[in-house]
């Protein structure tokens, strides 16, 4: 009998760290889901940062705004951006961090980079170029 018992311990003794990795992984915490923001909603218009690249020195303008601005995104897909008296609707797409919106007055779509999105909050950056170089970046913050 004793001869059986030394090859179940090799055994065991290879076999124990393979069978030790594999209860502490099994054996992980289950990962709590993020919730979801979403862009639908109406997002008034707070403050707008525009840097032209045409000259030099680079110009910086700051707008500040008072909540009568807005864009407006629908489930559907649709929306409008409401500029003093003007309404102007659009169609708009997302994809990972950002947002194509093509506006009823063009053929072309913007395509927003999403900086940043909370419940009561959304940073959108565009940028504009032309024959490949730079000319203006856009950043506008909003709050629902």
């Known amino acids: ?21 594999i209860a502490l992984f099994a054996c992980s915490k289950k990962e709590t889901p993020k919730p979801t923001v979403s862009l639908v909603g ?17 110009q910086t303008e700051n707008i500040s705004y008072s909540h009568t601005d807005y864009i407006k995104f629908n489930a559907d ?9 003007d309404n102007i609707p659009f169609t708009y797409t997302t994809k990972n961090d950002s947002v194509a919106i093509i506006f009823h007055t063009n ?16 940073d959108l950056l565009v940028k504009y170029s032309s024959n490949g170089t730079l000319q203006e970046s856009v950043e506008t913050t909003f709050t629902k």
Not at 8 to 21: G, I, N, S, V
Not at 48 to 54: C, G, P, Q, S, V
Not at 107 to 122: E, F, G, P, Q
């Open 107 to 122: 053929t072309k779509a913007d395509l927003y980079k999403i900086v940043s999105l909370t419940n009561t909050s959304l």
């Open 42 to 58: 109406t997002w008034y218009t707070t403050k707008l940062t525009a840097i032209d690249y045409t000259t030099t020195p680079n």
């Open 1 to 21: 009998m004793p001869t059986l018992r030394k090859p179940f311990l090799k055994t065991m003794k290879r076999l124990l760290p393979f069978l030790l990795c």
């Open 77 to 85: 897909g649709t929306g409008a951006q409401q500029l003093d008296v």
